[in-house]
C-alpha cells in the first residue's frame, strides 16, 4: 500500500521588487513568475565554549552572536501581466543589472502561489548575480542572485509588514 503525498502547487508564485527598503508602505512593482527559486536560510550564530583541556575532544558552543543568511537565487520568467520586459514598465530587465553595477540596495517580494492566502517572504539586499538563460519552451528566462541584509519578514499578509 502506498500514501499519496497532497503537494502544495508551486504556481503562481512571483517575485516583485523596488528600489527602496521594503515596508508595508512601499508599493512593489511584479516583475517575473518564478521557475526555480532557493529561499533564504538563516543560520543561527554559536559561541565557542570549549574548555581546551577536555578529555573527549568534542567542541562545546552556546546559542549566540549574529545570524547568517544565505543567498536567495532563483530563475525567473516574464510574467504577462507584468510589463517587465517593456520600455513603458516602471522596472526594466536591465535594471537588475544596472542595480547590481551600481551596489543599489532593493526591496524583494516573494508572493508563493497555489494556495488561497498568499504566503510571502519580504527583505532588503543587493543584486550580486544576474544573466539571461537559454530559452526553454519559448520562454525567456534569466537568473538572479540577492544576498539579503537585514532581517527579513515572513507573512501571509503584507499588511504584517514592519
Not at 517593456?86 to 526594466?92: C, D, I
Not at 543584486?127 to 530559452?135: E, K, L, M, S, V
Amino acid at each position: 500500500m502506498s500514501n499519496l503525498i497532497t503537494a502544495r502547487s508551486g504556481f503562481n508564485t512571483v517575485l516583485s521588487l523596488c528600489t527602496a527598503r521594503s515596508t508595508s508602505a512601499i508599493a512593489f512593482s511584479a516583475v517575473a513568475g518564478i521557475v526555480d527559486l532557493t529561499v533564504p536560510r538563516k543560520t543561527a550564530g554559536v559561541i565557542d565554549v570549549t574548555y581546551h583541556g577536555t578529555t573527549d575532544a568534542y567542541d562545546v558552543a552556546i546559542p549566540g552572536g549574529i545570524f547568517k543568511q544565505a543567498d536567495l537565487s532563483l530563475t525567473g520568467i516574464m510574467i504577462t501581466c507584468s510589463s517587465f520586459f517593456s520600455l513603458t514598465s516602471a522596472y526594466e530587465m536591465m535594471d537588475l543589472r544596472t542595480w547590481m553595477e551600481n551596489d543599489t540596495l532593493i526591496g524583494w517580494k516573494i508572493e508563493l502561489g497555489g494556495t488561497s492566502s498568499m504566503h510571502t517572504f519580504v527583505g532588503d539586499g543587493y543584486i550580486t548575480a544576474f544573466g539571461f538563460d537559454t530559452p526553454f519552451n519559448d520562454v525567456a528566462k534569466f537568473t538572479c542572485t540577492i544576498s539579503p541584509t537585514g532581517k527579513p519578514w515572513f507573512g501571509s499578509a503584507t499588511s504584517d509588514m514592519p
